[in-house]
């Protein structure tokens, strides 16, 4: 809307005074002139501003000329406006609009009204007794639906499927009934106001280009030169690849999410007639049996049910003002597979030695309070299995027992462990006869000093530190990285710390060989053991010449690399059968600083320490060596291009695995004979005919 010509005039004289009367130390509004969109503005009255009064006065316009501003009227309240002054540094004006928007609007149905619904000329003068000091000016062009002055609906939306329709059809549809400036797809704006930014509308998905037609479509064949075989390869059906790319749903409502874990209520118990593995383990009540576990996102899970013959160890981090203490283990009577059979767990309660091992962050309490409570900080099961039935399950379970206020973070321990019901818990098969993916990497020591039947990693809690950390076995197929901190002294001394962090290192592998195979004979050497191969050994009573410098020491073996290496070894039932075909452990060493604050403080410092695992799968035969037609024309390799012309015909490739041979090619075939008979039902070959 473009102003009255009066209206430029008092704009340019109120500029002006703005700008020159600050040079002066004069009394000025900052801004003086103010377009008031919305309910409430505010400005600020800088300069002398002792003994001085602010009034609001409403212009009116008559015969295209505003009245000459006065001043000396005290008036805060002028028909639907009100004055507010507030005093800080300088005086805070805030002018408000006092009635609401909704009321001038006599259709509410209307999504948005061309013509403003208040138009009108505000002046804020400052003044001192009747001499005007300074002149805020404040046009008013208010639309009745200005977001600014009405809060969005909470009605519930209805969201379209995702599979056929995308979520955001307008994404830059940002205001509820009101025309979106820019936006072309905004259903809300008349066709008036949408040609005036036309030219200027957002491009791209934002805009509202969501589904764009892409080169393959039927459709865009006339939109650019295609070849002629194009009609017979072109996609007919519109995709969009936004689709299913927003939140798949039918209704959109202010609930709160539950993160409860939800289960039916009509669960399909087929226990009874045996586990199969993965089936979930069942209760007599038809529940799940469930133990706390850690999800694909990392957060632990306190109900996942456990499947039957799947292993797993995991640690849950948990608050001890947020602990809830679980139901007990000794009443749950589990399903054993049979009809009718039931298993009953046998616990064995142990007591924690070492409470720093599971909490961290504790708080000192001077007070006594109530009764000191029981916490479970590890829970050991292992469940005896016999074919398709569940014969035994020990639990074993480690508490500490706390203070009943006592605050800090708690690492818990939960490890499930399938045996056979005729087995020992150190002859215990990796696979048969070759290694599955997740079980223990079998080895024995030949020198007859320990009993250790596998490769470990560390497994830290609390303050991870090496003296408190336990171990857990090295799982075949699968890299880790673990460690420990080592705590050193200013003074300490070279040699004793190689030696520590080599008698650390050495600990993980206290064996001298490990086995081909997930069924090797621990009792026959020459059933499929193989030495490990331990390259770079270190000496750890030597030290270098020039290590005689306190706080530093050099060649301090820090890493421990393992590497296996196994390889595909044929199939038994068609199942690929995977054995281990070499070990070698080789050390790394850094150099160790002693890491000072502002001052060198003889305190312990902490040296971490690590080992890593890594799987290398050898393959069985060498691959087949490029050609030189390969290596020269790389047009034709799939890895390195879109257009993939040797897989052409993909159903009758090698490579297609989601049908039988024989019903692709019978396909083939008859694809085939529908289109020869298309080309003779063709117009050419009719006009041949009648030729």
């Known amino acids: 809307m473009r102003l009255s010509p009066p209206v430029p005039l008092l704009l340019g004289l109120l500029l002006l005074q703005g700008v020159l009367r600050p040079l002066r130390g004069d009394l000025v509004f900052i801004p003086s002139v103010i377009r008031m969109s919305g309910p409430v503005v505010s400005a600020s009255l800088v300069g002398g501003t002792e003994d001085v009064t602010v009034s609001l006065t409403q212009l009116r316009d008559e015969m295209g000329l505003l009245p000459v501003p006065t001043c000396g009227e005290l008036n805060n309240e002028t028909g ?22 909704q009321s001038c609007s006599s259709n509410e149905t209307d999504p948005f009204l061309e013509a403003p619904c208040i138009v009108q000329t505000l002046l804020v003068s400052a003044f001192h007794n009747t001499s005007c000091l300074a002149h805020l000016l404040i046009h008013v062009e208010i639309y009745a639906n200005s977001s600014l002055g009405q809060n969005a609906s909470e009605n519930v939306t209805v969201i379209p499927n995702q599979v056929y329709q995308p979520l955001g059809p307008c994404p830059c549809n940002l205001t509820a009934e009101a025309c979106d400036i820019r936006c072309c797809c905004d259903q809300e704006c008349s066709s008036d106001l949408t040609a005036l930014f036309r030219e200027s509308c957002f491009p791209g998905v934002f805009g509202g280009d969501v589904n764009p037609p892409f080169d393959q479509l039927c459709s865009v064949q006339m939109a650019h030169g295609v070849p002629d075989w194009f009609p ?19 209704i959109s409502s202010g609930h709160q999410v539950s993160f409860d874990m939800y289960l039916h209520t009509d669960l399909k118990d087929f226990s009874d007639f045996g586990y199969k593995q993965g089936d979930p383990v069942m209760t007599v009540d038809k529940a799940y049996f469930t133990i706390p576990q850690v999800s694909l996102a990392g957060q632990c899970v306190h109900n996942a049910p456990v499947a039957f013959l799947q292993n797993f160890d995991v640690q849950c981090v948990t608050n001890l003002e947020e602990y809830l203490e679980r139901d007990g283990i000794t009443s749950a009577k589990i399903k054993n597979g049979a009809m009718g059979g039931i298993v009953t767990p046998k616990v064995i309660y142990e007591e924690a030695t070492d409470l720093d091992r599971f909490i961290t962050n504790t708080e000192t309490l001077l007070s006594t309070g109530p009764a000191p409570r029981n916490v479970n900080v590890e829970e050991h099961y292992i469940f005896r299995w016999n074919n398709n039935t569940i014969s035994e399950i020990n639990v074993r379970i480690i508490r500490a027992e706390i203070n009943a206020q006592q605050k800090g973070i708690m690492t818990q321990r939960f490890t499930v462990k399938f045996l056979s019901y005729n087995s020992g818990n150190e002859q215990e098969w990796s696979g048969n006869p070759g290694y599955q993916l997740g079980k223990p990497v079998r080895a024995l020591s030949t020198n007859g000093t320990n009993n250790v039947t596998t490769l470990h ?67 026959d050497l020459s059933d499929g053991w193989l030495e490990i191969i331990r390259a770079d050994a270190l000496d750890a009573g030597t030290d270098p010449p020039d290590s005689n410098v306190s706080g530093i020491c050099l060649d301090v073996p820090a890493q421990l690399n393992i590497r296996i290496l196994f390889s595909d070894a044929g199939a038994v039932e068609g199942m690929t059968q995977q054995e281990i075909l070499g070990v070698e452990t080789r050390f790394s060493s850094v150099t160790w600083q002693f890491q000072c604050g502002l001052t060198c403080e003889d305190k312990a410092d902490l040296f971490p320490i690590g080992a890593s695992v890594q799987f290398i799968k050898i393959p069985a035969q060498l691959p087949r060596p490029l050609t030189r037609f390969q290596i020269n024309f790389t047009e034709y390799d799939c890895n390195r291009n879109e257009v993939c012309w040797p897989q052409l015909l993909y159903p009758l490739t090698q490579y297609y695995r989601g049908e039988p041979y024989s019903q692709c090619v019978a396909k083939s075939l008859l694809l085939v004979s529908f289109i020869v008979l298309a080309v003779f039902l063709s117009n050419p070959w009719i006009r041949i005919h009648k030729a």
């Open 80 to 101: 639907d406006w009100s004055l507010t002054v507030t005093p800080t540094n300088s005086l805070e004006v805030t002018v408000r609009l006092k009635r609401d928007l």
């Open 457 to 523: 990693l560390w497994y830290s809690a609390g303050r991870s530190l090496c003296s408190t950390a336990t171990v857990k076995p090295i799982l075949f197929g699968e890299n880790a990285l673990s460690g420990c901190l080592l705590e050193v002294g200013i003074n300490e001394n070279c040699t004793r710390l190689r030696e520590n962090a080599v008698e650390l290192l050495d600990s993980l592998v206290q064996v001298t060989h490990v086995a081909m195979r997930g069924n090797s004979n621990y009792n």
């Open 232 to 250: 017979f390869l072109c996609v007919q059906l519109a995709n969009s690849p936004f689709l299913g790319y927003f939140y798949h749903g039918s």
